[in-house]
C-alpha cells in the first residue's frame, strides 16, 4: 500500500526581506520579483503614506480604488498580503470584478454599502449583503464580486488582499472593452444581443477604477 501526501500553498518566505527590485532589463523571471540586497533596504521599503488621502472619486463609476501591493510597498514581494482602500461618492460604483489570486475581506470605515458576489457554474447564486460602518464581508478569490453605495453621503472601506499582486478582471473592461476587440460574433452569442448592442458598448470608454 502506498500513500502520497499532497499540500498546496504559497511558499514561506526562506529570509526576513525580499524586497522587490523594478528592474525591466533583468532576465530571471519569479513567482514575485527579484529581491535587492538586503544590506541596502531601507525603512521606505515597508512603508506607504497614501491611504489616509481621500479618493478621486470623479468618473463614470464614482468610486476610486487605491491599492496598496508590491508596486507601492516593495517589501510585499513574498509576503503574499496587500491592502487597498476604497473610496465612493454617493451612490458610486465598484463594479463587477474578480481578482483571480486573491481572497479580500472587505470592512466599511464609514457609509453603507451594498455588496455582493456570483458563486460559479452551474448555481451562479448571489450572495448579498448590506454593510454598515464596522462590518466586514469576504469576497473569495476568483469570484465576481461588486459593492454599490447607496447613500447620498460618501463611503470608504479598506481591503485586505491575500496576495502582493492580485490582478484585477473588471467585467465589463475586459468583455467590451479588450484590445483587441472581441469578435461581435461573440458576444452577440454569448449574450443572446443584437449586434447593434454589442457595438454600443464596445464603442463605450470603460473606466479603470483602480490606481496601479
Known amino acids: 500500500m502506498s500513500f502520497f501526501l499532497a499540500s498546496v500553498s504559497d511558499p514561506s518566505p526562506l529570509q526576513e526581506f525580499c524586497v522587490a527590485v523594478n ?9 514575485g520579483k527579484v529581491c535587492k540586497d538586503l544590506k541596502v533596504a531601507t525603512a521606505n ?8 488621502v481621500l479618493g478621486h472619486t470623479s468618473n463614470k463609476l464614482e468610486s476610486m480604488v487605491t491599492q496598496a501591493n508590491v508596486a507601492q510597498i516593495p ?6 498580503i496587500s491592502l487597498a482602500r476604497v473610496d465612493y461618492a454617493p451612490y458610486g460604483l465598484n463594479p463587477p470584478h474578480t481578482y483571480p489570486r486573491a481572497t ?11 455588496v455582493g458576489f456570483v458563486t460559479s457554474n452551474p448555481d451562479n447564486r448571489l450572495i448579498s449583503k448590506v454593510l454598515y460602518k464596522g462590518d466586514v464581508f469576504i469576497f473569495l478569490e476568483g469570484l465576481i464580486h461588486f459593492q454599490l453605495n447607496v447613500r447620498k453621503t460618501k463611503a470608504v472601506a479598506i481591503a485586505a488582499l491575500s496576495s502582493q499582486n492580485l490582478g484585477v478582471i473588471t467585467i465589463a473592461n475586459a468583455v467590451f472593452g479588450s484590445k483587441p476587440a472581441i469578435s461581435a460574433d461573440v458576444l452577440t452569442k454569448a449574450f443572446q444581443v443584437d ?14 477604477n483602480h490606481t496601479n
Do not use: A
Open 104 to 114: 479580500e475581506i472587505l470592512t466599511v470605515l464609514e457609509g453603507t454599502l451594498y
Open 45 to 52: 521599503d515597508l512603508f506607504f503614506s497614501r491611504l489616509q
Open 75 to 80: 517589501e510585499l514581494n513574498t509576503l503574499g
Open 195 to 208: 449586434k447593434k448592442v454589442v457595438d454600443y458598448l464596445q464603442s463605450q470608454f470603460w473606466t479603470d
Open 23 to 31: 528592474d525591466t532589463k533583468t532576465t530571471v523571471f519569479v513567482n
